[in-house]
């Protein structure tokens, strides 16, 4: 991850790495206060162009209100954004180069598929000709070629929110917002919209933001996430570092599932520790970068999938070990979760793909069970 | 079993409001149809039957003929109709801002600002327009204040005019103006305000694109709930109008019961009927042939 080893490739792949590239939004100590709250709090952020960006947190933590303020919906109590090197603090949002597609879709219900979409356009005043022309284009790109004269009352629910991407798109927005894109559809729909907002994310080359509370979303759709927390991001970076390196015991937890286990460092030897877990009987050792001392509390991550199950004790000592009972288990198909009982009374969640086909079940309730996982998977945390 | 049930039920809730409507609406409707096809006579019942001592059907259309000949009727049916259309104007103009300010406030100010609309209701409307009278008449409050604030040295003549109309119906109405628009901007989504704006639309054009079509219902609505019983309105034109102020409703109170020209008021009755049924059903028609255009 380090800056030295970046190639070209990644630098263009990765502008955020790249300390001379130009951010594309930025957002400087901005905060918005609703009398006494606070819903955003000094918070800095830089957004490059083309990255499908998302704002991830619990509700009420500030990220629609964020949102909104790159909208144009809310001005900043303090601080200032800039887009494409232009500061839009205080443009109305019918002038800001931006376009926002609503998590309710807010398509007009008095308006027809094509004049929802062609709405935009006419404030702009283009060229009825022409207005004719990008309108259908952009229908056949979200695959509504055809539905122009119908009324949004004689859409599904998929359909209305391609109409809704469609009239955010018609008018080649710098950046477009997405709040919740996916939140109204049900689970297929989901997966298959996801990978369409990508595809067309990519072919237009818009840089996105994403404001969403559903971690699965943001860690497909995104480039980078911001996880959000009482107004303030505590941790930017990309799925994959925020998902292995989470910094905190919040985004470990809100991101994925993840044990966390209290422990209290006993030796230390370069960058690895060996901790006292008392909820484990036994030690557990972790790598970690950060400056910690012999006798400091920390609290140890492990994520389910990291961890193997098995009914023979395993023999390799590279690898740190637990014992325990299945408590329960759940049969997804794909893969299985189990919930371990330690000696202690604590309980581990594991998951195992289910790699065999077999009709009898490899593990049953009350079996005793070996948990093993590589030392490198273990995180360390301390917030 | 249970689903006869049911339909004797939704049966019944459908037959009782119709059998209303037809003992009380239509039955009397056809009883001054027939008045006003007959000859005013100086008897018991003041008007000639219907069918004469020969057997034969005694139909006349001189009370049509009469009342679309003679200026003066005409006169006061176009004013009714004008100063109901006025009173609907300013009330739909003070109406909007209202609805929509109440549509938009919170929850429990929106309880509190709906049951002030509401609470004139509580005390009588004849009540409420003698004390309109006492308001506006040369010795009374709104005179009297504007007197001692210096505005004016002597008092203005606002009592028995159409000024004085105009303040009792847009008075008297608003609120049926007030409540459909509320029922139809209270649904309005603001994030379609939102998305207009986000799209272009400056605040004014958003509410000439998003909010006036979406609240046009209410809007109609409310236009015939205030437009309909003023243009027949006889209370307020009675005591807070002055001798010049013809409205249809003193006409035909007069008729009624001063000239006792049961015939005559009839078919003024009834042209007052076809002068607002006929709009609205042109307009319904309009309406919905619009809506399946758009539809389709």
């Not at chain 1, 400056?291 to 990291?306: F, M």
Request: net charge negative; glycine share 6%.
């Amino acid at each position: 991850m380090g800056n030295q080893t970046a190639t070209n490739k990644q630098l263009t792949e990765q502008p955020w790495l790249d300390s001379t590239a130009q951010p594309f939004i930025v957002i400087e100590n901005v905060s918005k206060h609703f009398g006494d709250f606070v819903a955003v709090n000094n918070v800095n952020l830089n957004i490059y162009k083309g990255e499908l960006f998302s704002i991830l947190g619990a509700s009420g933590c500030g990220k629609t209100t964020l949102l909104r303020m790159l909208a144009g919906f809310e001005t900043p109590t303090s601080g200032r954004i800039l887009i494409d090197g232009i500061d839009v603090t205080d443009v109305p949002p019918y002038w800001r180069p931006v376009n926002m597609m609503f998590q309710s879709y807010a398509i007009f219900p008095h308006m027809t598929v094509f004049e929802n979409v062609a709405y935009g356009l006419r404030k702009e005043g283009v060229q009825p000709a022409e207005i004719e022309k990008r309108v259908a284009d952009m229908l056949e790109l979200v695959q509504l070629g055809g539905y122009g004269k119908r009324k949004p009352t004689q859409l599904s629910g998929g359909e209305r929110q391609r109409v809704a991407l469609a009239r955010a798109l018609v008018k080649r927005p710098k950046v477009l917002l997405l709040d919740e894109p996916l939140a109204a559809l049900d689970k297929k729909l989901r997966e298959h919209t996801q990978f369409e907002l990508m595809n067309i994310q990519d072919e237009l080359g818009i840089t996105f933001v994403v404001v969403t509370h559903d971690q699965e979303e943001a860690m497909i759709l995104s480039s980078r996430i911001a996880v959000m927390k009482q107004g303030g991001f505590i941790q930017v970076g990309m799925p994959k570092e925020v998902y292995e390196y989470p910094g905190s015991r919040y985004v470990a937890d809100f991101i994925g599932t993840v044990n966390l286990l209290e422990a209290k460092i006993e030796s230390k030897d370069g960058d690895q520790i060996v901790a006292a877990a008392p909820e484990m009987a036994n030690h557990v050792r972790a790598y970690t970068d950060l400056q910690l001392e012999v006798g400091d509390s920390v609290c140890i991550a492990i994520r389910p999938e990291k961890i193997y199950i098995s009914q023979n004790e395993p023999d390799n000592d590279d690898d740190d070990r637990v014992a325990g009972v299945i408590e329960d288990f759940g049969y997804f198909g794909n893969l299985s979760l189990y919930r371990v009982r330690l000696e202690s009374g604590r309980i581990i969640q594991v998951s195992a793909q289910n790699r065999r086909r077999s009709v009898e079940r490899f593990l049953e309730w009350d079996d005793k069970v070996f948990l093993s996982w590589r030392v490198r998977s273990a995180v360390v945390l301390t917030a | 079993m249970g689903q006869g049930r049911g339909m004797l039920w939704q049966w019944f809730a459908v037959a009782v409001p119709y059998a209303w409507l037809l003992v009380f609406f239509l039955a009397p409707f056809v009883i001054i149809l027939k008045i006003s096809l007959a000859d005013p006579v100086i008897a018991q019942p003041p008007f000639t039957p219907f069918i004469d001592d020969q057997n034969n059907l005694a139909v006349t259309l001189e009370n049509f003929r009469f009342l679309l000949s003679d200026r003066l009727y005409l006169l006061t049916y176009l004013n009714s109709v004008m100063m109901a259309g006025v009173a609907t104007l300013l009330c739909l103009l003070l109406g909007f801002p209202m609805a929509y300010g109440i549509a938009r406030s919170s929850p429990v100010q929106r309880n509190l600002l709906l049951l002030l609309v509401v609470l004139p209701f509580w005390i009588s409307f004849l009540l409420r327009v003698y004390a309109w009278m006492g308001l506006l008449n040369n010795h009374g409050v709104i005179n009297n204040v504007l007197m001692w604030l210096g505005v004016i040295d002597q008092p203005i003549q606002i009592l028995y005019t159409n000024i004085a109309i105009y303040i009792g119906l847009v008075y008297s109405y608003l609120p049926f103006m007030i409540l459909p628009l509320y029922a139809s901007l209270e649904r309005l989504d603001l994030d379609l305000l939102d998305a207009a704006q986000d799209l272009g639309a400056t605040p004014r054009q958003a509410f000439w694109d998003v909010t006036w079509p979406l609240a046009r219902p209410g809007v109609i609505a409310g236009c015939l709930l205030v437009f309909i019983p003023a243009t027949g309105e006889y209370v307020i034109p009675f005591l807070l109008g002055g001798p010049e102020s013809l409205m249809i409703g003193r006409v035909l109170f007069d008729e009624f019961f001063v000239n006792k020209d049961w015939p005559l008021a009839s078919a003024v009755a009834i042209i007052l009927l076809l002068l607002i049924v006929v709009p609205i059903v042109l307009l319904q028609r309009f309406q919905s042939a619009e809506d399946d255009g758009a539809r389709t």
